[in-house]
């Protein structure tokens, strides 16, 4: 069984460009998580998708969107990149349904600033 | 608000011996799960154990064990027999259901050494 795939690994923005962020979930998720890690926040919650629909949302500002795919694939999508923005994104897909169910996390990609 | 607090920030270990790491969580919840992810150099979060909380008994997964104290709100890993593949970022993240979402709060990290 397939893991959770992110895509790219790497990537280098300009301050002010946009950048989206692909992640697939594995087969059978329906729930898609993303997380920005960095030295000084840590790990700390972005938005939740779920059939399609966000069901949760974390404190980051609106330049910070997402979506969700019939197929559960997910996007991610930062607009006006700023230098704070440099960060590891960690998605994890889960089945979505309350209860002992386990998050699976991606390798995830670093996003650099410049 | 649900916080996850891991007070050491680096730890180390001899290879062979037993090292714990901390956590302390905050909630007014009663039905959550706590977690232990392991984060090596390839950035991936991996999952080490995982703890009910209406469920007494600790959970124990081969060489890694916590002690789970509900009414403390204390979640330790304590890792035996420590291998140099243990060595890596270990995060406690404790889960909740809000609006029929489930979010996952993580601590800040213990960054693990293992000596050999």
């Known amino acids: 069984k397939a893991g959770v795939t992110q895509t790219p690994r790497y990537l280098i923005k300009t301050r002010g460009q946009q950048v989206t962020l692909s992640c697939s979930p594995i087969s059978g998720h329906r729930s898609v998580s993303w997380y920005q890690q960095t030295p000084g926040q840590g790990l700390q919650f972005l938005f939740e998708y779920f059939s399609e629909t966000q069901r949760n949302k974390g404190n980051f500002p609106g330049r910070f969107s997402g979506r969700q795919f019939s197929n559960s694939r997910s996007e991610m999508n930062v607009s006006t990149l700023e230098l704070g923005d440099s960060a590891l994104y960690l998605c994890a897909s889960s089945l979505g349904r309350t209860g002992n169910t386990e998050a699976f996390f991606g390798q995830g990609t670093r996003l650099t600033v410049v | 608000a649900q916080t996850v607090t891991q007070s050491q920030p680096e730890m180390s270990v001899q290879e062979a011996e037993t090292v714990t790491l901390s956590c302390t969580y905050d909630t007014s919840e009663s039905d959550y799960y706590l977690f232990w992810y392991k984060q090596p150099p390839s950035r991936q979060m991996i999952l080490v154990i995982r703890?009910?909380?209406?469920?007494?008994q600790n959970a124990t997964e081969n060489r890694f064990s916590v002690n789970f104290q509900k009414a403390a709100k204390s979640f330790s890993l304590k890792i035996s027999d420590s291998q140099l593949g243990d060595a890596a970022m270990y995060f406690c993240a404790y889960r909740y259901t809000q609006g029929g979402s489930e979010k996952l709060v993580f601590g800040k990290g213990t960054k693990l050494t293992v000596n050999p």
């Open positions: 703890q009910e909380a209406y469920k007494q």
